[in-house]
């Protein structure tokens, strides 16, 4: 597998399974909670353009704010640590900075 497919892949993959937990956050609002269900709808719409490489910054820009304030309101209501919306934009910037040849090989 290439270089090109396999970030291809993982673009595609990420941008289905953020999809998927947006749709089952908004089902799982279900009125009773207005928050969840405008930042699902604004990570929904933001994950569908960042399929699109020349719209995939401001994507990334509109992801990494809907992240953020999704990990503030978990943090507040649920008392839960959202180390998973770190993941998603850690991720969301890794498939920006590859897709751009920007990738530089140090050691960690």
């Known amino acids: 597998m290439s270089q090109t ?6 673009r595609w993959s990420y941008c289905a399974f953020i999809v998927w937990a947006s749709v089952q956050t908004f089902r799982g609002a279900r ?18 353009a960042f399929l699109f490489a020349p719209l995939e910054v401001a994507a990334c820009a509109m992801l990494l704010a809907v992240y953020a304030a999704a990990a503030v309101l978990t943090l507040a209501t649920h008392h839960e640590v959202p180390l998973r919306f770190i993941y998603f934009a850690m991720t969301a910037i890794y498939i920006v900075i590859a897709s751009r040849g920007r990738l530089i090989s140090s050691p960690v």
């Open 5 to 10: 497919w396999a970030l291809r892949g993982l």
């Open 31 to 48: 009125g009773s909670d207005l928050h969840a269900q405008i930042l699902s709808v604004v990570e929904t719409a933001a994950i569908v």
